[in-house]
């Protein structure tokens, strides 16, 4: 039930090789096995691509499956060398769920760009940063494939941690003070985002509770439903934990051909983009007055309020807001 055509039709990356037997499969030796997990690992890396691209961390059901599989829990190889004659299949058992089970649909004409841009990672120019990105965005794509919610977020942190340092283990004041500056160069925001690692790691009430996410999945054994019961707020959660990593990811890009030490003058430059307001991503002090116009307030209270009866039954048009 399974043919060539299958392959033309489901075909995702061509891979050339050498063999250092004629005829490497007949019979099966410990090298045809070897060739079919080079082969797979290497598809692989493509593929944790394109789950980067194409998918989201909150919704697994848009992860494409396994590289090789195309049917009947089986992962194929398909093998062509113009002196063995008929061309030759590789077939070796793989353990497939049926969830995950996805195809992996792709508007080459509309994307075309992205996928060249973010492919320089497999050029011969990679280099340290290039070799990281590849290893983070295989994290990406076990976080995009778990079922879990609560591993979802956890995977999410630790790959957060890696790309802050990923030859050695960082406090995550440090983690902050490396990353912020690569997700925003907003000095509000900057502070924002630092207080909402905090929340998501270990922050405590002012009982000295610990209200961190993290710290208590991690400490005391917690989901993250435990701790969020609101299931489009963990989605809320695992979504600006993705936009933090593609925003620390796209920066790397940058320098995907550079050694790791360019980052620290990357992250200093990102810095240099602040306000003159001194850098600090522990201040918990305002840096913003608010003046109010008491009179104009009033004002506006009234005409809203006049507004509200004629505004409440009518349906908003999203064309309104264009």
Same mark, same amino acid.
């Given at each position: 039930d399974f043919s060539v055509d299958d392959f033309f039709s489901n075909t995702f990356c061509i891979l050339l090789t050498n063999f250092s037997s004629e005829y490497p499969f007949n019979p099966l030796t410990p090298e045809a096995r070897d060739l079919f997990d080079k082969s797979i690992s290497a598809c692989e890396q493509y593929i944790n691509l394109f789950k980067f691209l194409f998918s989201n961390i909150d919704y697994s059901t848009t992860v494409p499956t396994k590289p090789g599989y195309i049917g009947n829990s089986i992962s194929r190889v398909f093998l062509y060398q113009k002196n063995w004659g008929p061309s030759m299949f590789i077939t070796f058992k793989t353990f497939i769920k049926e969830n995950d089970i996805n195809p992996l649909v792709i508007d080459t004409n509309?994307?075309?760009?992205?996928? *060249?841009? %973010?492919?320089? $990672? %497999?050029? #011969?120019?990679? =280099?340290?940063?290039?070799?990281v990105i590849k290893i983070a965005l295989g994290q990406y794509a076990n976080i995009v494939s778990s079922e879990s919610k609560t591993t979802k977020f956890i995977l999410s942190m630790t790959l957060l941690e890696f790309l802050a340092d990923p030859f050695k =283990? /960082? #406090?995550? @004041?440090d983690v902050k003070?490396? /990353? $912020?500056?690569? $997700? *925003? *160069?907003? #000095?509000?925001e900057a502070e924002y985002i630092s207080n909402h690692f905090k929340f998501l790691t270990s922050l405590e009430d002012e009982n000295g509770? @610990? #209200?961190? /996410?993290? *710290?208590? $999945?991690?400490?005391m054994?917690?989901?993250i439903e435990d701790l969020v019961p609101n299931l489009s707020d963990i989605d809320f959660i695992l979504r600006t934990l993705q936009k933090y990593i593609c925003k620390v990811l796209e920066n790397y890009y940058s320098i995907y051909d550079k050694g790791w030490n360019e980052v620290s003058n990357l992250i200093q430059s990102k810095k240099q983009n602040y306000s003159d307001l001194p850098y600090n991503v522990d201040n918990e002090i305002s840096d913003t007055v608010i003046l109010i116009d008491m009179k104009f307030l009033n004002i506006a209270i009234k005409e809203v309020h006049s507004l509200y009866n004629e505004l409440k039954l009518t349906k908003n048009n999203a064309l309104y807001f264009y």
């Open positions: 509309k994307h075309s760009s992205e996928i *060249t841009k %973010f492919s320089c $990672i %497999f050029s #011969k120019d990679s =280099y340290e940063v290039g070799n =283990y /960082l #406090k995550m @004041q003070k490396n /990353l $912020i500056p690569l $997700i *925003t *160069t907003n #000095k509000n509770c @610990q #209200k961190g /996410l993290r *710290t208590n $999945i991690i400490h054994g917690k989901s």
